[in-house]
Structure formats: C-alpha cells, structure tokens
C-alpha cells in the first residue's frame, strides 16, 4: 500500500511540477521532469497492476525492480530528485518517496539475509547427511 501511495503522488506532483515550469528553466530541467513523468508512470504500472503484461514485460527488462532491494534504491533515487525539484509540495513528495525507498531497502535486506541464513543451514543438512 505504501508503495501504491507512492507511485500515485509520484506521478501527480510529477505531472503538477511539469504544468508549473517556468520559461527561465534551463533544457535539463525539462528533461528532469519528463524522467520523472515516465518514471512515475512506470511506477504506477508496477504497483497498480503488478501482474499485468506490461509489469511482467518492465521487470524482465530492469530486473533490479523485481525485488524489495532493487526497487527501493529506484525509490530512493526518485526521492532525491524530487526532493531536489525545490518545489515544497514535491519536496514534501520527495521525503515520503525517501521512507518507502528505506523501507524497501531494508526489507530486501533482512529477505536477503534470510536467505542467506537458509541456504548455510540447507549447507549444514547436507554436510551432516553425508557423515
């Protein structure tokens, strides 16, 4: 649900900052913000419809996106540009696109220790059946 909420106000303020630019920005500013509509759009895919053809087709290509870690550093990163943009309303969207990108982070991290801590125990079964 977190990440549903983020992917929604992620690409709201992304398209609130496109109709908001103005004409002194610079092209890379521009360019920022068209990474963030797709970016934000891609998100939206992948929490609105996480079985779909489309989410299916975007986690075989970025497979990062496939697991908490990889998609929470995806996360994090949004979060810094938003939180870079220096509007307040996507400064405030760029903060809680941090916390779900630490809360991914560190819930690929515990599901990859886990893992590690099975697969030494299945080394250890293994170990003690061939004695």
Request: hydrophobic share 55%; aromatic share 14%; proline share 2%.
């Amino acid at each position: 649900i977190l990440a549903f909420i983020a992917a929604i106000i992620a690409f709201v303020f992304s398209l609130v900052s496109a109709s908001h630019v103005p004409l002194y920005r610079t092209p890379i500013n521009y360019c920022v913000i068209v990474f963030l509509i797709v970016a934000s759009a891609l998100m939206l895919v992948l929490e609105i419809f996480p079985g779909s053809r489309a989410s299916k087709s975007v986690i075989e290509d970025a497979k990062f996106l496939g697991d908490f870690f990889g998609r929470g550093w995806f996360y994090l990163s949004l979060g810094l540009f938003y939180l870079c943009s220096g509007h307040v309303v996507c400064i405030i969207a760029g903060i809680y696109l941090l916390v779900v990108g630490v809360i991914f982070v560190t819930l690929g991290a515990i599901e990859h220790e886990q893992a590690r801590q099975a697969e030494k125990g299945a080394v250890y079964e293994k170990d003690d059946n061939t004695i």
